[in-house]
């Protein structure tokens, strides 16, 4: 069972879109949730191959770790519906980075020689710099890592874990000392543990997965549908974590889509 996370006092409210960005509506009423934050920045990274300090996915990360320490929302919390967009306008001199969620844009700002401000101007960089390609399978092993970082390690997830390692390296065995052999190992030791603080969370295994994966790839929709299939031949009710290892991949697959379009 999950514990029940400590609450502020009752004069304190969760920071929401409202108190951050400049919006209106149904948004500007709702907290900013860790998943929301975790899925703006596997978008921004996939554009400009880092989170920014200042940027609006960098405001969102503050706002749901301070709203998920205090018992606001919970670590797997999503509280946007349609979910997120980083996309980029080229102009003369000057390329256009917007972000945007529930169809609002919370920021915008421009990188390019020479800088225009903006917004959130502090996330300026030079187009020498470079931006960021496709979202590879090791980076979506570390965004569930931030999505779902605090579940311990399950058979179902050491397996969706194994098809990815699998997928991304173009191994077919097990890499002695990978993430997939760190799952497995956690997963026996979990089904072993008889408290609950004592079993591997994944973000014990997945904080530096592409490090450990030794070669990587771009997530691709079939890289997806493998690892999701892995995962619900694992699971005892043959379902997926709506926040774990296959729904990561599928997300990365999906902005990669809409990166290549």
Same mark, same amino acid.
């Given at each position: 069972?999950?514990?029940?996370?400590?609450?502020?006092?009752?004069?304190?409210?969760?920071?929401?879109?409202?108190?951050?960005?400049?919006?209106?509506?149904?948004?500007? &009423?709702?907290?900013?949730a860790p998943k929301d934050a975790a899925m703006?920045?596997?978008?921004?990274?996939?554009?400009?191959?880092?989170?920014?300090?200042?940027?609006?996915? /960098?405001?969102?990360?503050?706002?749901?770790?301070?709203? +998920?320490?205090?018992?606001?929302?919970?670590?797997?919390?999503?509280?946007?519906?349609?979910?997120?967009?980083?996309?980029?306008?080229?102009?003369?001199?000057?390329?256009?980075?917007?972000?945007?969620?529930?169809?609002?844009?919370?920021?915008?700002?421009?990188?390019? /020689?020479? @800088?225009?401000?903006?917004?959130?101007?502090?996330?300026?960089?030079?187009?020498?710099?470079?931006?960021?390609?496709?979202?590879?399978?090791?980076?979506?092993? &570390?965004?569930?890592?931030?999505?779902?970082?605090?579940?311990?390690?399950?058979?179902?997830?050491?397996?969706?874990?194994? /098809?990815? +390692?699998?997928?991304?390296?173009?191994?077919?065995?097990?890499?002695?000392?990978?993430?997939?052999?760190?799952?497995?190992? /956690?997963?026996?030791?979990?089904?072993?543990?008889?408290?609950?603080?004592?079993?591997?969370?994944?973000?014990?295994?997945?904080?530096?997965?592409?490090?450990?994966?030794?070669?990587?790839?771009? =997530?691709?929709?079939?890289?997806?549908?493998?690892?999701?299939?892995?995962?619900?031949?694992?699971?005892?009710? @043959?379902?997926?974590?709506?926040?774990?290892?296959?729904?990561?991949? =599928?997300?990365? =697959?999906?902005?990669?889509?809409?990166?290549?379009?």
């Open positions: 069972m999950s514990q029940q996370q400590p609450r502020k006092p009752e004069e304190e409210e969760a920071i929401k879109y409202g108190d951050v960005f400049d919006v209106q509506g149904k948004l500007a &009423e709702k907290p900013v703006m920045q596997m978008a921004g990274n996939a554009l400009l191959g880092e989170t920014k300090k200042g940027c609006a996915a /960098a405001a969102m990360v503050s706002a749901a770790m301070k709203n +998920e320490k205090a018992g606001f929302v919970g670590h797997e919390d999503v509280n946007v519906d349609s979910g997120v967009t980083v996309e980029e306008t080229q102009l003369a001199g000057k390329r256009i980075i917007t972000e945007s969620t529930e169809n609002e844009v919370i920021g915008q700002y421009s990188q390019a /020689a020479p @800088l225009t401000s903006g917004p959130y101007s502090s996330c300026e960089q030079s187009e020498e710099d470079g931006g960021g390609g496709p979202i590879t399978i090791g980076e979506a092993l &570390e965004a569930t890592a931030l999505t779902a970082g605090n579940k311990p390690v399950e058979w179902s997830g050491a397996a969706a874990i194994q /098809a990815a +390692e699998v997928r991304a390296t173009g191994r077919t065995s097990i890499m002695p000392g990978g993430v997939a052999a760190a799952a497995q190992s /956690a997963a026996t030791l979990n089904a072993r543990a008889s408290r609950e603080e004592e079993k591997t969370k994944l973000c014990d295994v997945l904080s530096n997965a592409t490090e450990r994966l030794g070669s990587d790839k771009a =997530a691709t929709r079939r890289d997806a549908e493998g690892v999701a299939v892995a995962e619900l031949r694992n699971d005892p009710t @043959l379902t997926t974590h709506p926040a774990g290892v296959s729904a990561s991949v =599928a997300a990365a =697959a999906r902005l990669n889509d809409q990166i290549s379009k």
